[in-house]
């Protein structure tokens, strides 16, 4: 694949369990003009296996394999060699809905955005618990919009809701670091000279 309009970065770590309905959550999208990135980040369980399994099958698919170096790692590999204009963030351990980045991407595109973000549902015993059908739109430019993703009011601290145009990491360096522990979706971004 040249140039998706999406890439979808999916960090891998011992989930076997929730990792192929994940997958069939991002394959399944409405907008089929993407790449998704799985990253293996050393699992020790079939996580390798169904990565691979999955790669032979779908040609929007590449698979890095890796020693664990943390989310945070994993994401960083993923957009090395992410081709798509926007990027998004998946926990393997969590799905989206079939028609969201459809359309994140098209709120991205009709307003020149370079972030659209979209609720979060939460699942419990099999049911959704917070199905909002309020709609929000707030448009913010590139340095506005990262101050309020870090904030978490607007937007809370999860990646797995938003879409981001690439050229977002250009102009910061937004490298996770290498092992935080703690809320890595809230690793800060510092701007380069």
């Given at each position: 694949m040249i140039n998706p309009k999406v890439s979808i970065i999916v960090p891998v770590y011992n989930v076997e369990n929730y990792l192929e309905n994940c997958i069939e959550s991002i394959l399944n999208q409405t907008l089929q003009d993407i790449e998704l990135i799985l990253v293996n980040d050393g699992s020790t369980d079939g996580c390798r296996k169904i990565c691979d399994e999955y790669?032979?099958?779908?040609?929007?698919?590449?698979?890095?394999?890796?020693?664990?170096?943390?989310?945070?790692?994993?994401?960083?590999?993923g957009l090395d060699i992410s081709k798509g204009k926007y990027i998004g963030?998946?926990?393997?351990?969590?799905?989206?809905?079939?028609?969201?980045?459809?359309?994140?991407?098209?709120?991205?595109?009709?307003?020149?955005?370079?972030?659209?973000?979209?609720?979060?549902?939460?699942?419990?015993?099999?049911?959704?618990?917070?199905?909002?059908?309020?709609?929000?739109?707030?448009?913010?430019?590139?340095?506005?919009?990262?101050?309020?993703?870090?904030?978490?009011?607007?937007?809370?601290?999860?990646?797995?809701n938003k879409?981001?145009?690439?050229?977002?990491?250009?102009?910061?360096?937004?490298?996770?670091p290498k092992r935080t522990h703690k809320k890595e979706d809230n690793s800060r971004c510092r701007e380069t000279q």
């Open positions: 790669a032979k099958k779908d040609n929007r698919i590449t698979v890095i394999h890796k020693d664990y170096g943390g989310v945070s790692s994993a994401r960083n590999a963030f998946v926990d393997s351990d969590d799905y989206v809905d079939l028609e969201m980045y459809d359309k994140l991407y098209k709120l991205c595109e009709s307003n020149n955005s370079d972030i659209a973000v979209c609720k979060l549902g939460r699942v419990i015993d099999g049911k959704l618990i917070n199905n909002e059908e309020n709609l929000f739109i707030k448009d913010l430019i590139n340095n506005e919009a990262i101050e309020e993703l870090f904030k978490g009011i607007l937007y809370r601290f999860s990646l797995c879409l981001f145009k690439k050229s977002c990491f250009k102009p910061l360096l937004c490298k996770h």
